[in-house]
């Protein structure tokens, strides 16, 4: 009797994919073995080595060319999302292994959203004080809190995120300001937005939120000399890449007191490991990358990943091929 193929799936953190979609007919066509913990290294080469095909949920499992290499069975990998920052593609294309992605669903939504509550969580202290109201205590110096209305919101980066959360500024009174490496006037205005220079910006701002493109002009575009810049009552906001910021100086410069505050959700290392500074770093909100954990998201995912293996599985044409740009 012909052994089923191998298939296997990586980065299921929430253990959200059998919840958003059947896996019973993919579950005869195949063995199927699903990892909700991160694997790195001599563990994910040893959940992978036998594996047929390969599912990963975004870049949660890192695939160079030597992994690759050490993969004589792989026939078919895919990803969900549309990009994958930890994956050599070239690799597979060049054994002719197909690729396949996925839409992306409500992203840019989701993320927006979380932009917010990290600015919102940052500004009034919303971590503080649950704790504060948790342990029997009420108010503290930190009880007395800012008000955002009437102070500048400086956007980094105004395409379908950074416009979603300029809007959003707008509406609880903000003024917006805006800085990218291609800004121009005309773009800022037809978002209601002031085009500055990044200098002004920086100098400025009560709020300062990313949303760039980590591309060439822009890894590390926060460092030390940037941070220094910035008033020493801001908060500065990162959902985007974490390669915009060089960590080590803002965790220094947060330890100066300026900036005040930060909220981060994205991290070079990912997931953050247990002995990181970050973790306790004074002033520092950090969440697990959530900007595009939500439901309708993962519901999305998990019927594409369904759907794309069956279809490989089928010998039919794979619905999202992933061409790389």
Same mark, same amino acid.
């Given at each position: 009797m012909t052994p089923l193929p191998n298939i296997v799936i990586l980065g299921d953190y929430e253990r959200a994919l059998k919840r958003f979609s059947t896996w019973d007919q993919l579950e005869r066509q195949a063995d199927i073995t699903i990892y909700h913990e991160p694997l790195q290294g001599e563990a994910l080469y040893e959940a992978v080595k036998d594996a047929d095909a390969i599912a990963v949920v975004r870049d949660r499992a890192p695939f160079n060319e030597a992994l690759i290499a050490r993969l004589p069975k792989l026939k078919f990998f895919m990803f969900t999302g549309e990009r994958n920052g930890t994956l050599d593609s070239s690799a597979l294309i060049s054994r002719k292994i197909p690729i396949a992605c996925t839409p992306s669903g409500p992203s840019k939504e989701s993320t927006a959203e979380?932009?917010?509550?990290?600015?919102?969580? !940052?500004?009034?202290?919303?971590?503080?004080?649950?704790?504060?109201?948790?342990?029997?205590?009420?108010?503290?110096?930190?009880?007395?809190?800012?008000?955002?209305?009437?102070?500048?919101?400086?956007?980094?980066?105004?395409?379908?995120?950074?416009?979603?959360?300029?809007?959003?500024?707008?509406?609880?009174?903000?003024?917006?300001?805006?800085?990218?490496?291609?800004?121009?006037?005309?773009? !800022?205005?037809a978002e209601n937005a002031k085009s500055v220079s990044l200098e002004e910006l920086l100098k400025t701002s009560k709020v300062i939120t990313m949303? /760039?493109?980590?591309?060439?002009?822009?890894?590390?575009?926060?460092?030390?000399?940037?941070?220094?810049?910035?008033?020493?009552?801001?908060?500065?906001?990162?959902?985007?890449?974490?390669?915009?910021?060089?960590?080590?100086?803002?965790?220094?410069?947060? /330890?100066?007191?300026?900036?005040?505050?930060? !909220?981060?959700?994205?991290?070079?290392?990912?997931?953050?490991?247990?002995?990181?500074?970050?973790?306790?770093?004074?002033?520092? /909100?950090?969440?697990?990358?959530?900007?595009?954990? !939500?439901?309708?998201?993962?519901?999305?995912?998990?019927?594409?990943?369904?759907?794309?293996?069956?279809?490989?599985?089928?010998?039919?044409?794979?619905?999202?091929?992933?061409?790389?740009?």
């Open positions: 979380l932009t917010w509550a990290l600015i919102l969580g !940052a500004s009034k202290r919303v971590v503080e004080q649950n704790k504060l109201a948790a342990t029997g205590g009420w108010r503290d110096e930190l009880s007395v809190l800012p008000l955002l209305a009437g102070e500048r919101l400086g956007v980094m980066g105004l395409g379908s995120i950074g416009s979603r959360v300029a809007r959003v500024g707008a509406a609880f009174g903000m003024e917006v300001v805006t800085w990218s490496p291609r800004m121009t006037p005309e773009r !800022a205005a949303h /760039l493109v980590a591309g060439p002009g822009t890894k590390g575009l926060i460092s030390k000399n940037e941070l220094a810049l910035m008033r020493p009552d801001s908060i500065l906001i990162n959902t985007s890449r974490a390669a915009l910021i060089h960590m080590p100086d803002l965790q220094e410069a947060l /330890l100066e007191g300026r900036p005040r505050q930060a !909220a981060i959700d994205v991290f070079d290392v990912e997931p953050l490991p247990l002995d990181s500074a970050l973790r306790n770093t004074p002033n520092l /909100l950090v969440t697990p990358h959530l900007g595009f954990v !939500a439901e309708p998201i993962f519901e999305s995912f998990s019927n594409q990943i369904t759907e794309t293996l069956s279809a490989w599985l089928g010998n039919n044409p794979v619905p999202h091929p992933f061409t790389p740009k």
